[in-house]
Nanobody, 118 residues
């Protein structure tokens, strides 16, 4: 089992920055992929950014150039640095860890709300 502890989020003005952190603990295998998704009420999770255990990254087009995902493998911690935030980034952000090559397991952290005021 894997637990994901999320910190960060909050209220920021448009153009500002926030940093999210997600620390994973438990039975963690490599390779794995950690990432951030966001979800608005009534909508599906939307990928924001992911980073593999080998360091490969993937970003949603809407955040490219503004958000940076990174990880400290020794701490099983992933970060999301969010710059140039705009009101469209307002959402609940969730941390995810996906592992397993035959039987894939997905684990989710608690959501953290990011609110960007105009």
């Amino acid at each position: 089992q894997v637990q994901l502890e999320v910190s960060g989020g909050g209220l920021v003005q448009a153009g500002g920055s926030l940093r999210l952190s997600c620390a994973a603990s438990g039975t963690i295998f490599t390779p794995n992929v950690m990432g951030w998704y966001r979800q608005d009420p009534g909508k599906a999770h939307e990928l924001v950014a992911t980073i593999s255990s080998s360091g490969s990254t993937n970003y949603a087009d809407s955040v490219k150039g503004r958000f940076t995902i990174s990880r400290e493998s020794a701490k099983n911690t992933v970060y999301l640095q969010m710059n140039s935030l705009n009101p469209e980034d307002t959402s609940v952000y969730y941390c995810n860890l996906r592992q397993g090559q035959v039987a894939v397991s997905n684990f989710w952290g608690q959501g953290t709300r990011v609110t960007v005021s105009s």
